[in-house]
């Protein structure tokens, strides 16, 4: 099964974290060898600026986002 992970890249997002958790996500799965099964993709903006930074994972979309709980939903949705 193919996972999408799409990373809001709009400028409140990517000034509060999102421009760290895109290159956090990047070495995540390339450590976990699961670049080949993960869709990465950026958007201009999720329209969830106040909840910001914004991931969406597997269509599910997560707000005030920081490393830790990045990589605890990294971890629960890439290792099923």
Do not use: W
Request: proline content about 1%; overall charge negative; hydrophobic content about 30%.
């Amino acid at each position: 099964m193919k996972h999408e992970i799409v990373i809001c890249m709009g400028s409140s997002c990517f000034a509060r974290g999102n421009k760290k958790h895109l290159l956090m996500i990047e070495q995540y799965l390339a450590e976990h060898g699961l670049s080949d099964s993960v869709v990465l993709t950026g958007s201009r903006c999720e329209d969830q600026c106040r909840t910001g930074p914004n991931i969406r994972i597997d269509g599910q979309l997560y707000g005030e986002i920081d490393g830790e709980r990045l990589m605890e939903l990294l971890s629960r949705h890439l290792s099923q």
